[in-house]
């Protein structure tokens, strides 16, 4: 029997009967029907990896739905549609007097490159280290090596998340002004004030930059560029080590130059915002901190320091350690909670 009937064969018992197993006796039915019809083990292990992604990825998509409602809560805060706090000033500042020449680094540049690049190098990687086998169809190694970078990203993007939401939170409780403040707000007090006189309530009287800009005047730590930057060199450069460097292969020299590309960009954007005059040094600093937090949390915890293999062929199952494997061997193996008729 060829490599291609073989998969077209166990393709057919999962279409088949996968929804029959559930529905009748649990994921432990569908191990009996497959041995019934006298398949060897590595169908089981076939069947394993499908229904671990195929869990994974519905899970994904659930978290998703979360993460779409707390992106609406931070960009509502963003633009000051939600209430926040804004500090006072000292008259005649000049930590506060920088004029506003605009970001290096924009917001939307910093957030495509958060958002898109990671889960494209993901997939391009993924994609490379990927195996095929004869229960793999290679048609669809695209397909199966974008779901694999998918589950990784979602933990990315949940960290991401997290993070961003930490950050626009601290931003409008403490509402500190920005080096560009006077600039960017022209508080109609800073004209009648004296000397070194503390400012605690104003009004912004600027007409040259957009609303945004005046809201965004009162919100300078910490350093969202910095932590968003941070986090997303960090965690490219370490998952671009784990998955991807190997002294044995071609790739000896292309992943560190990828990687050192990651970790100046962090350092560049970081540094651009006290160039820039966009935020004092300490913002940076606690910034770039919340990156490196977050980036320890996404990949220790929740990727789990990218230990476990890409789950893409039976023989990479076969081959791995077995700790994921053993859990979704467990689980099909058990008997379900609740029968449904």
């Known amino acids: 029997m060829s490599a291609l009937e073989i998969t077209h064969r166990y393709q ?89 020449t605009g970001d290096t680094f924009s917001i939307s540049l910093v957030a495509t490159v958060t958002v898109i690049v990671p889960f494209l190098i993901m997939w391009v990687v993924e994609t490379i280290q990927h195996r095929d086998d004869e229960y793999s169809l290679k048609t669809n190694k695209l397909v199966t090596t974008a ?64 609303s945004y800009l005046k809201i965004d005047s009162g919100r300078s730590f910490p350093s969202a560029h910095a932590a968003m930057s941070t986090y997303c060199g960090l965690f490219l450069a370490w998952y671009l080590q784990r998955r991807a460097f190997s002294w044995h292969n071609r ?25 820039d005059h966009r935020h004092h040094w300490w913002d940076v600093l606690v910034g770039g901190s919340m990156g490196v937090l977050a980036v320890l949390y996404t990949i220790l915890v929740l990727c789990k320091n990218f230990s476990q293999p890409a789950v893409v062929s039976t023989s990479d199952i076969s081959s791995s350690d077995g700790n994921n494997h053993q859990s979704v061997r467990r689980l099909l193996s058990s008997k379900p909670h609740v029968e449904m008729p």
Request: glycine residues 8%.
């Open 12 to 100: 057919c018992i999962l279409t088949m009967y996968a929804g029959y197993g559930v529905a009748r006796g649990g994921p432990g039915e569908i191990s009996n029907l497959l041995k019934s019809r006298g398949v060897d083990h590595r169908a089981e292990s076939y069947l394993t990896q499908r229904i671990s992604l195929a869990i994974q990825w519905g899970n994904a998509a659930s978290v998703m739905g979360t993460f779409a409602s707390v992106a609406a809560i931070c960009i509502l805060l963003e633009v000051g549609a939600l209430p926040s706090r804004r500090s006072g000033f000292t008259c005649n500042d000049p930590a506060l007097s920088f004029p506003y």
């Open 147 to 210: 779901k694999t970078a998918g589950l990784m990203y979602r933990d990315y993007i949940y960290g991401a998340v997290v993070t961003l939401t930490v950050l626009e939170v601290v931003k409008c409780v403490i509402g500190s002004p920005r080096p560009t403040f006077f600039d960017l707000c022209e508080p109609d007090k800073a004209k009648t004030c004296n000397g070194s006189e503390y400012v605690s309530s104003y009004t912004c009287t600027s007409t040259k930059y957009s």
């Open 251 to 275: 790739s000896v020299l292309i992943v560190p130059l990828i990687q050192a590309l990651c970790l100046i960009y962090a350092a560049v954007c970081s540094l651009s915002r006290l160039t």
